[in-house]
């Protein structure tokens, strides 16, 4: 059996020493070394070197686990264990030099995630979170807020890039919360948002369009500090991306029915 708080000590290490590459790389980095992969989608040798640097580290910590990496670095596949990696999460804040934008590493058990951190690079906060061994954020428990009600929330969200199929119905679910809330919030890096929810700065979350290695680490952070993932329609498993929420509690219920109203498909 794995030592789960013990691997996630070992992740904090190697995000830690990936996120050095990173800082040292932002300082006069040259935005003309971009590719593009799609619409509005870009990597920089940032993004490789990170994830070559993490795929290196966590071959050796757990070597039977394959890999799901944003990058492609690696394409192994593992029978029981897989990595899930998003080496630079927030890769356009990065290019435009600003903050924030993290690293998200998270370990799946067959289809489940066991362990997780997300390490905000701009910020030295270390989001970590093992199954049934809690959330912490460089130590300390974190839970989700206490707020109640949506009306009393703050909620944070992520503007659609490339997938505009669902722009207007969007727009609508964001106006509604724009005129129903505390206000709203798009940071540009999804493992943030969720690791923000899960130590109570945001109550709420909601996306669509992401994909695993955004949401890996995230909702299992959001989960073991007491809080709910889902898509749309309310299902709490096997989630890709392509539909998010995230919660309290108490706000779960709310939101997901105000986002299914006007999101689902």
Do not use: Q
């Not at 995230?218 to 809080?227: I, N, T, W, Y």
């Amino acid at each position: 059996m794995l030592d789960l708080k013990y691997l996630c000590a070992e992740l904090e290490k190697a995000a830690s020493e990936t996120s050095n590459f990173i800082r040292k790389e932002s300082d006069g980095f040259d935005i003309s070394r971009t590719e593009k992969k799609g619409l509005n989608d870009f990597v920089s040798y940032v993004d490789k070197g990170s994830e070559k640097m993490l795929v290196e580290k966590l071959s050796l910590l757990l070597p039977e686990a394959g890999f799901i990496t944003e990058e492609g670095t690696s394409k192994k596949v593992g029978l029981k264990y897989c990595w899930v990696i998003d080496p630079l999460d927030g890769t356009t804040n990065f290019l435009h030099g600003f903050h924030p934008y993290s690293i998200s590493i998270g370990l799946k058990e067959y289809d489940e995630v066991i362990a997780g951190i997300v390490y905000e690079v701009s910020g030295n906060e270390v989001f970590t979170a093992w199954k049934n061994g809690g959330a912490w954020l460089n130590g300390s428990r974190i839970h989700v807020s206490g707020a109640s009600k949506l009306a009393d929330s703050l909620v944070a969200t992520g503007f659609p890039y490339s997938d505009f199929n669902l722009l207007d119905s969007y727009m609508k679910c964001l106006a509604h919360f724009c005129k129903h809330t505390h206000g709203i919030r798009r940071l540009g890096s999804a493992a943030i948002d969720l690791a923000y929810v899960a130590c109570g700065r945001f109550d709420a979350f909601y996306e669509y369009g992401l994909h695993e290695w955004d949401i890996a680490a995230g909702m299992l952070l959001v989960r073991e500090a007491g809080g709910r993932v889902s898509d749309f329609s309310g299902n709490e498993k096997n989630l890709n991306g392509e539909e998010f929420i995230a919660s309290n509690g108490d706000v779960f219920i709310e939101i997901l029915e105000i986002v299914s109203k006007f999101m689902k498909k």
